[in-house]
């Protein structure tokens, strides 16, 4: 079962409503979609091809290649499809894999038992050829299989991602109810922003934003962070188109760039986790912290980006507090920010009509479950103000 160089459905997955700009990175990379969903993207392509995906794609969260699919009315049937299928070739019997999956199946009460019958059907199938037991368990970071089984039709997949591409590896401390970076990228990503001109991030946090920001404004890929992938463990591997591709990342990337990113926060442990963060990121050198009111925050005279991810009550803060900081926020955009295009991320929309201002665009995100818009203020001269409920 020669994978590396078989062309077959890939698909990428990525959190619900992220599927525009993972389209937009993967268009970019000179693929071309099959599909668009709410939560990936389908094309086709080999092993090979999900080597420069896993390393570049900002958004996405897992890339699976499908290695064949099937009717399974119940679990009898799906282990004898799969005892069928050439493992042997795919993980070394000295190994090690995982099992993971998305099951809607009337047979199956929890996923859990979906996945052993997966195992079985593996480690079964290696014994019988090699005459020994590969290891499996629940970590991810060595050989993965996915299951998606919905009614009686699956299809069983190579996660070629391992741990998911969504945590971009960078950010060793997570400080408080941090925004995931796949998810920060996207946002980003949303805002049409030019790569450059100014980047402001008043109440940044852990300063997710701002290093994402700086990751692309410099062409820094994900990839740059990490060195383990669940492609790497496929019997097959090259790791020199690995490394060829890592190469490109870093020929690519640049060092300096030629405007301010801004990233304040009231608290100093914050600034001092974000600081941390982009020192891991190696972005410490292009983004300047400071401690002080988000109001206070110094704005670049040039045009830009000025965003926002405020508490909105759903974990953090209170709501009398909430409204007064959504209202202050508000006024600064209108008064300090003229010339530059406003956001504002919350999954609040009663605290977002505190903020008076009338917004150009609502961009629809989920924050885990929680439905979320980011707000687009166009913040010129004499910006109209919403009149007050």
Same mark, same amino acid.
Request: aromatic letters at 10%.
């Given at each position: 079962?020669?994978?590396?160089?078989t062309e077959s459905k890939i698909i990428i997955t990525c959190n619900k409503?992220?599927? %525009?700009?993972?389209?937009?990175?993967?268009?970019?990379?000179?693929?071309?979609? !099959?599909?668009?969903?709410?939560?990936?993207?389908?094309?086709?392509?080999?092993?090979?091809?999900?080597?420069?995906?896993? !390393?570049?794609?900002?958004?996405?969260?897992?890339?699976?290649? #499908?290695?064949?699919?099937?009717?399974?009315?119940?679990?009898?049937?799906?282990?004898?499809?799969?005892?069928? +299928?050439?493992?042997?070739?795919?993980?070394?019997?000295?190994?090690?894999?995982?099992?993971?999956?998305?099951?809607?199946?009337?047979? +199956?009460?929890?996923?859990? /038992?979906?996945?052993?019958?997966?195992?079985?059907?593996?480690?079964?199938?290696?014994?019988?050829?090699?005459?020994?037991?590969?290891?499996?368990? %629940?970590? @991810?970071?060595?050989?993965?299989?996915?299951?998606?089984?919905?009614?009686?039709?699956?299809?069983?997949?190579?996660?070629?991602?391992?741990?998911?591409?969504?945590?971009? #590896? =960078?950010?060793?401390?997570?400080? *408080?109810?941090?925004?995931?970076?796949?998810?920060?990228?996207?946002?980003?990503?949303?805002?049409?922003?030019?790569?450059?001109? @100014?980047?402001?991030?008043?109440?940044?946090?852990?300063?997710?934003?701002?290093?994402?920001?700086?990751?692309?404004?410099?062409?820094?890929?994900?990839?740059?962070?990490?060195?383990?992938?669940?492609?790497?463990? !496929?019997?097959?591997?090259?790791?020199?188109? /690995?490394?060829?591709?890592?190469? *490109?990342?870093?020929?690519?990337? *640049?060092?300096?760039?030629? /405007?301010?990113?801004?990233?304040?926060?009231?608290?100093?442990?914050?600034?001092?986790?974000?600081?941390?963060?982009?020192?891991?990121?190696?972005?410490?050198?292009? +983004?300047?912290?400071?401690?002080?009111?988000?109001?206070?925050?110094?704005? %670049?005279?040039?045009?830009? +980006?000025?965003? /926002?991810? %405020?508490? =909105?009550?759903?974990?953090?803060?209170?709501?009398?507090?909430?409204?007064?900081?959504?209202?202050?926020?508000?006024?600064?955009?209108?008064?300090?920010?003229?010339?530059?295009?406003? =956001?504002?991320?919350?999954?609040?929309?009663?605290?977002?009509?505190?903020?008076?201002?009338?917004?150009?665009? *609502?961009?629809?995100? =989920?924050?885990?479950?929680?439905?979320?818009?980011?707000?687009?203020?166009?913040?010129?001269?004499?910006?109209?103000?919403?009149?007050?409920?």
């Open positions: 079962m020669e994978v590396f160089h409503r992220l599927s %525009p700009y993972l389209q937009q990175e993967v268009e970019e990379l000179g693929f071309k979609p !099959v599909r668009v969903f709410s939560t990936g993207v389908e094309l086709l392509g080999t092993v090979t091809d999900t080597i420069p995906l896993n !390393v570049n794609l900002r958004c996405a969260s897992q890339i699976l290649y #499908s290695l064949q699919s099937f009717k399974a009315a119940d679990p009898q049937e799906l282990y004898d499809n799969l005892v069928k +299928i050439e493992w042997e070739k795919l993980i070394d019997f000295s190994g090690y894999f995982s099992v993971t999956s998305n099951v809607n199946n009337e047979h +199956i009460l929890t996923p859990l /038992f979906a996945n052993v019958k997966v195992k079985d059907a593996i480690v079964d199938r290696i014994k019988s050829v090699k005459d020994i037991r590969p290891n499996s368990g %629940p970590e @991810s970071n060595k050989t993965v299989i996915h299951l998606y089984w919905q009614d009686d039709r699956a299809e069983i997949f190579l996660d070629t991602s391992g741990e998911t591409l969504a945590k971009h #590896s =960078y950010r060793k401390l997570p400080g *408080k109810a941090p925004m995931l970076e796949a998810l920060a990228a996207g946002t980003i990503m949303a805002t049409r922003w030019d790569r450059k001109s @100014s980047f402001v991030n008043p109440m940044c946090g852990s300063g997710t934003l701002a290093i994402e920001a700086a990751l692309l404004a410099t062409d820094k890929s994900p990839g740059l962070f990490r060195m383990n992938y669940g492609f790497m463990h !496929v019997i097959g591997y090259d790791e020199q188109v /690995f490394f060829v591709e890592r190469r *490109k990342l870093k020929d690519k990337s *640049k060092k300096e760039i030629g /405007f301010k990113i801004v990233a304040t926060d009231i608290s100093d442990d914050a600034i001092d986790i974000a600081q941390k963060n982009a020192r891991t990121a190696g972005v410490e050198h292009l +983004i300047d912290f400071a401690v002080c009111d988000f109001a206070d925050t110094n704005v %670049p005279e040039d045009a830009g +980006i000025v965003m /926002f991810n %405020p508490e =909105y009550g759903e974990r953090l803060g209170t709501h009398t507090k909430l409204e007064i900081t959504y209202k202050r926020i508000g006024d600064f955009l209108k008064q300090q920010c003229k010339g530059y295009r406003g =956001y504002v991320f919350t999954g609040n929309p009663d605290l977002a009509k505190k903020i008076g201002l009338r917004a150009s665009r *609502k961009i629809e995100f =989920y924050n885990g479950k929680l439905d979320c818009r980011l707000f687009e203020y166009e913040l010129y001269e004499g910006t109209k103000r919403e009149p007050q409920e």
